[in-house]
């Protein structure tokens, strides 16, 4: 059983283009997140959602849109898509919002922006 | 501005002998640090924990240990298995923060 799932796994766009990310978990948590891991490896959180409320929302240019429909899912909307978002999306998920709970994360989603 | 750094990108060890990866941090607000693993193509996966209030946390052939003063935390992993060649991600959270602040990994590789 798949714990934190997303699809695509692999997205290959033009720029300019809008596409999005989806993402589900099956445990039962309250809390979800998106990070992105950028060229230098680095993982950054995104966005975080708590019961479908938004608690974190880091510096992220607004061409980027979580939504959250239910406690089980994040889907990550991204307009007019930019060479710089290329970069591999981690979706993940706590119980609880507080950061000292287990994150389990899903297998990634690597976008490339041609 | 990176406040969670791991210096080494890579360590290679033989089976069976101690892996030691460290990690650094910066932000003194840090109160909680963890540690994932990756395998390619795979999320990170939670490894370990250890609170600001303890300096060392034992789970089995993984220990972690933190020396606050030195704003510097290790894992050790006894005996090393090729199993756990992957790459080690070392995160932090602050009080009041709730999302887990990543540094840039190092990958571990150990020969048979």
């Known amino acids: 059983d798949t714990a934190v799932s997303q699809t695509p796994k692999y997205l290959v766009t033009q720029m300019g283009n809008d596409k999005s990310i989806k993402c589900e978990q099956n445990?039962?948590?309250?809390?979800m997140y998106w990070y992105k891991q950028d060229s230098k490896k680095f993982l950054k959180i995104m966005f975080s959602?708590?019961?479908?409320?938004?608690?974190i929302n880091e510096t992220v240019p607004n061409r980027f849109s979580p939504k959250s429909p239910d406690k089980a899912h994040l889907n990550l909307h991204i307009n007019s898509l930019e060479l710089g978002d290329s970069a591999v999306y981690f979706c993940?998920?706590?119980?609880?919002?507080?950061?000292?709970?287990?994150?389990?994360f899903g297998p990634g989603t690597r976008l490339t922006v041609l | 501005d990176q406040q969670v750094k791991q210096n080494s990108p890579s360590l290679s060890v033989q089976e069976g002998r101690i892996s030691i990866l460290n990690c650094d941090y910066t932000?003194?607000?840090?109160?909680?640090f963890l540690w994932y693993k990756k395998y390619p193509a795979e999320g990170p996966t939670f490894l370990i924990s250890?609170?600001?209030?303890?300096d060392k946390n034992e789970d089995g052939r993984f220990t972690v240990f933190l020396n606050k003063s030195a704003k510097h935390l290790s894992l050790h992993i006894v005996p090393s298995q090729p199993g756990d060649s992957a790459v080690y991600f070392c995160?932090?959270?602050?009080?009041?923060?709730?999302?887990?602040?990543f540094g840039s990994g190092t990958r571990l590789q150990v020969q048979p």
């Open positions: 995160a932090a959270i602050d009080t009041g923060r709730r999302a887990l602040t």
């Open positions: 445990l039962g948590h309250d809390t």
């Open positions: 250890i609170s600001s209030i303890k």
């Open positions: 932000n003194s607000m840090f109160d909680y």
């Open positions: 959602y708590n019961n479908k409320e938004l608690i």
């Open positions: 993940a998920s706590s119980e609880g919002g507080q950061g000292y709970n287990e994150q389990f």
